[in-house]
């Protein structure tokens, strides 16, 4: 029997940037697009990474043929560690830079024994299951990326990852747009498309307009130049590093992942320095001023990243000087704007001159503006198609934008995360949903940290919690000790004294007010329930806050 | 004596955006321009409001001759309320609507029979002690704008207020080119100016091309239009209502500062709008889903807004509906991205079209840009210059801006709150440094949270807190009950119950390993540290995560 229909399960990146992951499934065949992660909001309290739910898969272990990753960046393969041991272990495949990322990543948590890594190159194939995985080459501001088609039984799925055309890329490998009119002839059933910049009019820019204003920085440097970027952007580094060529400055690396991803791009060829370029950031002050430039991660204000503690003045080596320039070499990601603010005002502060996105043309995106979008699906020409990697609203934008290229509605599907979508030769509909969502890493913990946690400590966070403290006679139900008051988060203690003195003597007043056989329940909770809703409104009515409540009640 | 000296005091504005307030002193009298209010940041755990620390002023109420308002926006004016009283309630001047806009607010605080509310007009004069005040116009994203001169008799003092320039604003009133030529020519000695805008190039466009995009809107509308933007924005308001009129729409207002601020700005005259065109939100169900305009609160998410109620589904009259337009007229302060992007998703989740500012030409900032700041620097031509109204980075770039145009480097000052900038006849300088900074209003509190309480806070929402109680016997410091370990935010108490029992048996092995002496100190402080340092070291290895623990000892 012929299995007629492909299923579509978005477990991650739809409705929200970050944590890319699709589940693609074809009769008793399983093939994961990306296990990406995503970093928390400001709603998620505490919470250190946010990785998808994979609930879903838990009984389809033994069907997963294999993980396919379009390319290094976090929001593509950081939740592969947190990840694939829930999955037991399915192989993986990524082209080679993309390998060495993953290889760093898998390392610190010591499973790199564990998995089988597959290098592939853009226009190999791999046999999976029934379907046949190829690899075709995109432009991203990372290299080495690629999207992907699955050639299935009943027709070809394509899925862009994150892409644009760039027609003088800095690794001088454009998008195989060749390769891509070819699918797009031989047909395209689905195609999924990269959605995050379909706001944005017009063409991104090539990598290679930055070198202009790198030249212009660079010209006119009086001092060191320290430049921010993206750790896994390694052709911004190399661009970086061409320009020091010329202008006859050694480099060197700041912040950890930086240096590891240097260090493992020069190993793979990725990244080009002539010997003696490359020094170590302890022997920067051998050198003139004018002969430095530092590379560093903390382009997105990151506490502990190297720019962050350079603008704190807590950095161990590195301290701003008169005459140092500052680059940072990114857009902040959306809610990193406060802190990316907060250290170019430091550096300013400190007498750097500060180049930035905004000011300066120091940055370009590594997403498809809507010409870009457009010519992909003019390549391929899709049946049918799916907006991925985007808000809501980008997907819409993104579906309309197809309506607008002659794909009737009817073949547009905007889906969410946990959707189940089937596509048969003639037609693509959204037939269940399933449980998806966001599991949150908290220290060591995956996924203990839930919703109750959560509103917890936002309620923590807002007004600080009050505890109320008795001791009760078991016999009689009289209090022994206490009620002893202690906040923290709500007022200044010791300048709320009185506050305080007369909450305790509110308590006391309920306690007395409440008939013997209440106050002596076994589990005291409906003490427990006197003393939150008197404090509740006493406090409230006193201060307009209304912190955590919470009484304990010791029995001797 | 004649007096050769005027001191600046900048106590809000300077090196943040928000909470403008800038204190001028020659002699014995002080002049105060603008009490603005800023909006808590994400590190402001619970804070309702930021004003500025006007202790500065403590000794020297007797000496304010008045506080002058430049325009409506909470940034200049939403202090007034908590800051007045604390100086004694000197007199006010403002322009027609902005006195409108500071009415509603003292209303609101009961504070409006203390407060002594001066009219003034562009070009009238006040005297104030030894100095005269005038007025001139200028534009910016509410009407009735001014900037503000200060007659000293060693010079004038300009403080721009916030403004651009706008040929052909909404109200038809454009900036005063030919007042600030005049002043410009009779010799300025200082100029404060608005710095907000400066990275950008080229001109903020005028009010006038937002016209064309709701008329593009308004014309292919199928159903209702909501339109959100700031309450004070009163001009923006009456272009809605222009357009409304052209294409047969009667107009709603939703959320109470919008009601409030347009029954204000009718019975002022400053927004115009035929009779019977203005229909309650209650009624809009009685007219066709294309005669309706409902104009709401809203435009930065803010959580309790009328529009931020609709995306949620949970406002009182209005639900989305298939065929609804939502402009968003306005764009996100810094810090409110997340939120403003939340709304829109919700509201293409439901179905309504929704025009923005970055795929839409739907709003103008009202701040001067790179071309604007030069040209009022150029209209003034002061001996010696100071940024105002904006962040470290901003103060700078302006700096650098008016050095270009030819002030030179040692006649311009970047200062921050809490400088003091003497200013003489042919010098300037910065001489002192005073307390300032922020002062936190949270419920009916001001100035009781302070970094204590906003640290326990921030670790509160971090990783929750562990209480640790016990009841100790006062004479033998044997424990009679507990440890019982009550624990919020830090992991899903259900799920955790051997965790907590292995730590309260933690707790109890670091009690038996004390000496008796150590136990029973009188107030336990070596058994609460003896707790804390056992729990912190436990919990850390097992969760890597760092509660807030809170040891409470009861003696019996």
Chains 1, 2 share one sequence.
């Not at 739910?53 to 990753?69: E, F």
Request: glycine share 8%; hydrophobic share 40%; aromatic share 6%.
């Amino acid at each position: 029997m012929t299995i007629d229909k492909i299923k579509l399960v978005p477990l991650g990146g739809l409705g929200e940037i970050g944590k890319n992951m699709m589940v693609v499934e074809y009769g008793n065949d399983i093939i994961i697009v990306d296990v990406g992660v995503m970093f928390p909001d400001e709603e998620m309290y505490g919470v250190d990474l946010v990785i998808p739910d994979v609930s879903y898969l838990a009984d389809k272990k033994h069907r997963i043929r294999g993980v396919l990753i379009t390319h290094g960046h976090e929001d593509h393969v950081g939740s592969l560690p947190y990840i694939l041991p829930l999955l037991d272990f399915p192989p993986v495949y990524s082209t080679r830079l993309t390998q060495g990322l993953i290889n760093i990543k898998l390392k610190e948590h010591r499973l790199i024994d564990k998995v089988e890594l597959n290098v592939i190159a853009p226009g190999d194939e791999v046999k999976l299951g029934a379907c046949t995985a190829g690899f075709f080459r995109v432009n991203h501001s990372i290299p080495d990326a690629v999207g992907i088609m699955l050639n299935t039984p009943i027709g070809t799925v394509v899925h862009t990852g994150d892409y644009k055309f760039d027609y003088t890329p800095v690794d001088g490998k454009p998008a195989d747009i060749g390769l891509l009119g070819k699918i797009g002839n031989d047909g395209v059933l689905i195609m999924m498309g990269d959605s995050t910049r379909v706001e944005t009019p017009g063409y991104t820019p090539s990598e290679r307009v930055i070198n202009d204003s790198f030249d212009k920085i660079f010209a006119n440097a009086p001092g060191r130049i320290l430049l921010a970027t993206f750790a896994s952007l390694i052709s911004r580094v190399q661009q970086v590093v061409d320009t020091a060529l010329r202008y006859d400055r050694v480099v060197a690396f700041a912040g950890r992942s930086m240096q590891n991803n240097v260090q493992m791009a020069i190993e793979l060829g990725y990244l080009n320095m002539p010997k003696g370029m490359l020094v170590r950031v302890e022997d920067i002050n051998k050198f003139r001023p004018e002969q430095v430039v530092i590379v560093c991660t903390g382009s997105q204000g990151e506490p502990t990243s190297a720019l962050t503690r350079i603008a704190n003045q807590d950095h161990r080596q590195i301290r701003i000087q008169p005459g140092d320039s500052v680059i940072l070499s990114a857009t902040p990601v959306p809610g990193n704007e406060k802190s990316v603010s907060r250290t170019i005002n430091s550096l300013f502060r400190q007498g750097a001159e500060v180049y930035y996105q905004g000011i300066s043309n120091v940055h370009v995106s590594g997403h498809a503006a809507q010409e870009e979008l457009k010519l992909m699906l003019s390549l391929l020409r899709p049946r049918f198609f799916m907006p991925v990697h985007g808000e809501y609203r980008h997907l819409v934008l993104h579906a309309k934008l197809a309506y607008s290229l002659g794909i009737p509605e009817e073949n547009i599907v905007v889906a969410e995360n946990g959707d189940i979508i089937e596509v048969t030769e003639d037609s693509i509909k959204l037939t269940d949903h399933v449980a998806s969502g966001n599991v949150f890493v908290d220290g060591l913990s995956v996924g203990d940290v839930g919703q109750i946690v959560l509103r917890d400590r936002k309620v923590l966070s807002q007004d600080g919690i009050l505890m109320v403290v008795l001791t009760m006679d078991r016999e009689t139900g009289e209090p022994l000790a206490g009620p002893d008051i202690v906040s923290r988060g709500f007022v200044y203690m010791r300048d709320a004294e009185e506050l305080l003195e007369s909450a305790r003597l509110r308590v006391l007043e309920a306690l007395r007010g409440m008939g013997h056989n209440a106050r002596s329940g076994s589990d005291w909770s409906f003490v427990k329930d006197k003393i939150k809703q008197t404090l509740g409104e006493y406090l409230y009515e006193q201060t307009h806050r209304r912190p955590m409540i919470l009484p304990v009640v010791m029995e001797v």
